[in-house]
């Protein structure tokens, strides 16, 4: 039993029609048809009711694709953590900027970081705003460089203040981020 077989078993489930299916795999309905009768054969079940201009499931078609949902369901969210994880702990951090004319200190802060850090790489993402937060709160950005103005309508982040010289403080933590 393959991946393919399963993706084109779904496909098949979900259409009901072998030749809808093939359009939606980009293949043929002969290679659908052939794919699900080895399929069925390697189980030992009918997976689907053949009729004249008519596909439905049967009890044993209908288990299956109830359960291959689920584990596609848990399979995704096993790719998605395993991208998580390997954002957390890979060696860049990916930084957010709306326009790099409005952030004068930032690239003195970023050769300074990076002399002290040679090992992690910095990504610069240029975006509008609104799209950076929807990076950051997606997880695809680590953090936003922006002009204080944009601070209030970051929710449930931390919010620093990065000043002249280097020196950093708490802006509206309660406010912006509750938990901490």
């Known amino acids: 039993m393959t991946l393919k077989q399963l993706n084109c078993f779904l496909t098949v489930a979900e259409t009901l029609n072998f030749a809808r299916a093939a359009e939606k795999l980009y293949t043929t309905q002969p290679s659908v048809t052939r794919s699900i009768k080895s399929l069925e054969e390697e189980l030992g079940v009918t997976l689907f009711s053949r009729h004249s201009r008519k596909v439905e499931l049967t009890p044993a078609g209908s288990y299956l694709q109830d359960e291959l949902r689920h584990m596609s369901q848990e399979l995704n969210a096993a ?88 020196s950093m403080s708490r802006v509206g933590a309660e406010k912006n981020n509750p938990q901490k």
């Open 79 to 166: 790719i998605q953590n395993t991208q998580k994880i390997h954002n957390q702990f890979s060696n860049e951090i990916r930084i957010g900027v709306t326009d790099l004319m409005e952030l004068p200190y930032l690239p003195q802060t970023m050769q300074e970081f990076h002399e002290e850090n040679p090992a992690i790489s910095l990504q610069l993402h240029v975006k509008e705003f609104r799209e950076l937060v929807q990076a950051l709160i997606e997880e695809k950005l680590d953090l936003i460089y922006c002009m204080r103005s944009a601070v209030s309508t970051l929710k449930n982040k931390e919010v620093l203040l990065l000043r002249k010289g280097g």
